[in-house]
């Protein structure tokens, strides 16, 4: 019975994994937060036939690779950002809805906690309008 031969390693990168590096590029393009529509749109250009529901599915596994972390905007759809930052807060721009990163933390006056009490974080959320949008 003759040996059989290793099928070779095909060349084009499986569908799954084209669809999963998109979604990656688009937030190494964006760098900023990005909402499942954001990712949606900007996937949509390199990856032909790409669903919504297939961003979302991705977001999943992402989130559960913890390559990606959930960013909640008050009264807006979750945002998602590349995990592993330092502490720092976010600026979401009322006119065109973008959400943007700002660099560390500036909060100089800790509030007062009542007696007994110890704080283990905060949250700061800026909005406005940005700089295009001005
Ligand atoms: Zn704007
Ligand atoms: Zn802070």
Not at 5 to 13: G, N, S
Request: aromatic share 8%; glycine share 6%.
């Amino acid at each position: 019975m003759p040996q059989k031969t290793p099928k070779p390693q095909p060349a084009v990168q499986p569908r799954n994994t084209k669809q999963k590096e998109a979604i990656r590029a688009a937030f190494v393009d964006a760098d900023r937060p990005l909402s499942p529509e954001e990712i949606f749109a900007s996937a949509k250009s390199n990856v032909e036939g790409i669903s919504l529901a297939t961003v979302y599915r991705n977001i999943n596994t992402l989130l559960n690779d913890r390559w990606l972390v959930p960013v909640e905007v008050p009264g807006q759809a979750t945002r998602y950002e590349v995990a592993g930052k330092g502490h720092h807060h976010h600026f979401h721009c009322n006119t065109c809805g973008k959400l943007f990163e700002l660099d560390g933390c500036d909060l100089q006056t800790k509030p007062r906690l009542p007696r007994g009490f110890v704080s283990t974080g905060h949250e700061l959320f800026v909005y406005g309008r940005c700089a295009e949008c001005r």
